[in-house]
Each structure stands twice: as C-alpha cells, then as structure tokens.
C-alpha cells in the first residue's frame, strides 16, 4: 500500500503549524563553531568534559565510575596532562564512547567538493536513453554529518510518451531553473516553473508526468542516512 504523503505551503502556514516549523528552523546556519583545537591535551579535555555533560554527570560521578582520581579528571578535561591509554579507556567505557571519540576535534578534515560549469560527472539512470541527462555535481562520502547528500543538474531534451518513475529511500528537493514541467510525486501534480522548488518525501512514487516546454533543467538534492544504500 503507498504512503500517504502531505505538503506544508509555507506561505500560508496555520497558527498550529508555525511551533513544529519554528522547531525544525533551530538550527542557525550561520552560526560558528568553536575552533579546531591544534593542542591533543586540550581537544581530549573538551570531549571528556563534553561528554561528560552531556550524560548529566558530575566529575564527581565520572570519578567513581572510573577509579581515577577527582584532581586528576580536572587536570585532563582542563588540558593540563596527557592522559595514558589505559586511562582513556577507562573514560570511554565510562562516558558509553569509543576511545577515538576523544580526538575529533584534533586535526579534524572537512572535505569540500569544486565542480567547474558543465564539469559535474555525468550518469546513467533511468530515463538516459528518453533524453534525460544526470550530471553529479558533487559527492563527500563518509562525512561528519551522517547523511548522503546528491546533487544532480537534470536536463530533459527531447520529449516522449514515457518517463522514469523513482522511488527511494531519503528526501528529494528539487528546484526549476528552465522550462515546463508537470512532475508527480505519489497521487499529487505539480506544474513547475522556473523559480519553483519541490520538497518532498522520496519514498513515494515520483518523477516528470508531462514535458510542457522543452528544453527543461532543474536541480535534483537527494539525501538519506550515510548508513544505507546509495540510490539507483
């Protein structure tokens, strides 16, 4: 049986509505983090003290569960000593971490992806051979967010009585940069413009209904968990 799926417009959003948007928002994307720490006592210190607060513990607490001494666990979470291996293993056990946990923030690599205009990777999926174009144009795998994100440049050409139908795990956001298209997604029609976005549910049936002005181009953001499969 499909999934039911449901659509919130943004612009016309009700007064019980606004708290769960409001929640999802939280987040401020221009908010910096602190710095990378370049000290390995300081950045094991900040992830003990880290973790440790957020179990709600006090040092106090931590010290019992590990046997290591209150003045020593304020001389590692200040950064003040290098703490032996047996020592952080006994921390790790304790905190419910793995022992590398506490040095993430030592040297830590962002990765970043640069594709030059007309330069993304292009690729074959359903759809290629009814003049459908896919070029990726970026992909990190194994990140720090634990989600895949793919970006695609999708570019419809030629037109036809037949189009692909997707349906996979994750959520898709697409947004219109040329053209006409009437794209489904489960039992709704939407006519998309340029300047129009679409941001839905990808476990629901989707993709192009009817070409309405050729040629089209729209971007294609799919994302889901980086521990499952990547989409076909």
Do not use: W
Request: cysteine-free; proline content about 5%.
């Amino acid at each position: 049986m499909a999934k039911k799926t449901a659509e919130i417009d943004i612009g016309r959003t009700t007064d019980d509505e606004r708290p769960a948007l409001k929640a999802a928002f939280s987040q401020d994307p221009h908010a910096l983090r602190e710095p990378k720490e370049n000290n390995l006592e300081i950045a094991i210190g900040h992830e003990v003290r880290a973790f440790r607060k957020k179990l709600g513990i006090t040092v106090t607490d931590l010290a019992t569960a590990t046997g290591i001494s209150l003045g020593m666990l304020s001389k590692i979470e200040n950064g003040n000593i290098s703490p032996s291996l047996t020592t952080l293993q006994s921390l790790s056990r304790a905190l419910g971490v793995p022992v590398t946990a506490f040095f993430r923030r030592y040297e830590e690599v962002r990765n970043a992806v640069f594709v030059k205009a007309g330069e993304g990777v292009e690729l074959e999926r359903r759809g290629t051979r009814a003049g459908h174009q896919y070029n990726l144009l970026g992909h990190i795998d194994n990140n720090t967010a634990g989600v895949i994100v793919e970006p695609y440049l999708i570019t419809l050409t030629a037109d036809s009585d037949t189009f692909p139908a997707f349906q996979h795990e994750g959520m898709e956001f697409l947004y219109m940069l040329e053209g006409e298209v009437v794209y489904r997604h489960g039992d709704r029609l939407f006519t998309m413009q340029p300047g129009d976005s679409l941001f839905f549910d990808a476990d629901a049936r989707h993709g192009p209904e009817e070409l309405v002005k050729l040629p089209i181009r729209y971007l294609s953001i799919i994302s889901y968990p980086q521990t499952r499969g990547a989409i076909s």
